[in-house]
């Protein structure tokens, strides 16, 4: 639809139950100021979806942190949910959280993006929290960063997991993948290849900064988390005039929700109504 507008939010949230050695927040605990800031911010962002509803709104949570485990992002997913003028609200998440909160929510509208993280959870865990969402109807995808140490687990997850279920694979930072490795790990991820290698976006036309933004828990509107260029703030409306087709102004790439909405790629079209959730339109693929 012309009025669609696809949100990426993260707040100062930055905490986290987890220690993955691959991530720069790993088992950081933020202190009752910040998760009281995070909150009101929250709540503030949650009355700004309700009042825009001259807009179809898309909106995705980024946050650095597990949201989850915190009440606020549970009660808003409901709550945004519940709008007629939002058409999907997901969330990134390690599924440590309890799900049974989206009982209470749309399941046609909610969503997760969830990742696994081998040593931090153990399978059968995270796989009963799968089952959970399957029970009550949430749409989710399922996700591993693509170490050589993570195959044999992802390659179980896999096959313990319902074949409707798409399971992507990220590349992992820093390492240089060999042919052999990149069939194997396309074999689990049919669109590995989209990961593997930072996309070239210089001058490149993106959807971000058009029909997508990035908010900061204050508000300011970002075309996306990857170019800190601010466009306006959400609060006072100057947003909307800033809104048109731009260039990519980086040399490059390389995040899903990123390169996603570089138009050459044309991964909206792959992902359609599944684009924040991670979920693709042909998935299953038999």
Not at 146 to 161: I, K, M, N, T, W
Request: charged share 20%.
């Amino acid at each position: 639809m012309s009025d669609d507008l696809y949100v990426l939010y993260r707040g100062p949230l930055a905490s986290c139950n987890y220690d993955c050695p691959y991530c720069p927040f790993a088992k950081r605990v933020d202190p009752p100021e910040l998760l009281r800031a995070d909150r009101a911010d929250l709540e503030r962002f949650a009355g700004w979806v309700e009042a825009t509803a001259d807009r179809r709104l898309s909106v995705l949570f980024t946050p650095w942190g597990e949201g989850l485990t915190r009440s606020w992002y549970r009660d808003t997913i409901v709550r945004l949910s519940h709008l007629p003028h939002v058409a999907r609200v997901a969330i990134q998440t390690n599924l440590a959280a309890r799900v049974s909160f989206l009982s209470t929510a749309d399941a046609r509208v909610a969503a997760l993006w969830a990742t696994y993280h081998p040593g931090q959870v153990t399978r059968a865990r995270f796989l009963e929290r799968c089952r959970e969402l399957d029970e009550l109807g949430v749409r989710y995808s399922v996700g591993v960063v693509g170490l050589p140490a993570h195959y044999d687990e992802a390659l179980a997850l896999r096959a313990s997991l319902p074949p409707t279920v798409y399971l992507w694979v990220n590349a992992a930072d820093g390492h240089v993948y060999t042919a052999d490795e990149e069939k194997r790990w396309t074999a689990l991820d049919p669109h590995f290849g989209d990961s593997v290698r930072p996309h070239p976006s210089l001058g490149l036309p993106c959807h971000a900064g058009e029909t997508a933004i990035s908010v900061l828990g204050d508000g300011t509107v970002r075309r996306c988390h990857f170019i800190q260029t601010p466009l306006g703030n959400l609060y006072d409306d100057s947003w909307r005039a800033a809104l048109r087709p731009r260039p990519c102004t980086n040399n490059l790439c390389d995040c899903h929700i990123g390169y996603v909405h570089l138009k050459p790629l044309a991964l909206r079209d792959v992902y359609t109504d599944g684009l924040l959730e991670r979920i693709p339109a042909a998935w299953p693929t038999t």
